[in-house]
């Protein structure tokens, strides 16, 4: 299972031990702390969309990403 999810041993004990405990819910991400996200919306889906797309290039994705939000924002610049 490890090698399957690209994870440490310690990693997937933990999620069985999790499971047996609190059943399949507890492997479901939970709220974490932090500071809020910036992307809402359209823009988060249209980023999880490019990422989708290219998941091992994410060096590309970032470029692209940053490309199409330097091009909208001089389309919706503030008067």
């Known amino acids: 299972m490890s090698a399957i999810f ?3 041993r310690q990693t997937t004990s933990t999620w069985l031990t999790a499971r ?7 492997l479901l991400d939970k ?4 500071r ?6 359209d823009a988060k889906r249209y980023a999880l969309d490019q990422v989708k797309e290219s ?3 994410l060096m590309t994705v970032l470029a692209q ?3 199409h939000w330097i091009e909208y924002l001089g ?3 503030l008067a």
Do not use: F, M
Not at 36 to 41: E, I, R, S, V
């Open 36 to 41: 809020p996200l910036k992307l809402t919306g």
């Open 6 to 8: 690209r994870v440490c």
């Open 65 to 67: 990403l940053a490309e």
């Open 20 to 26: 047996e405990i609190d059943g399949i819910a507890a």
């Open 55 to 57: 998941p091992r290039n």
């Open 75 to 77: 389309q919706h610049r």
């Open 31 to 34: 709220p974490r702390s932090g």
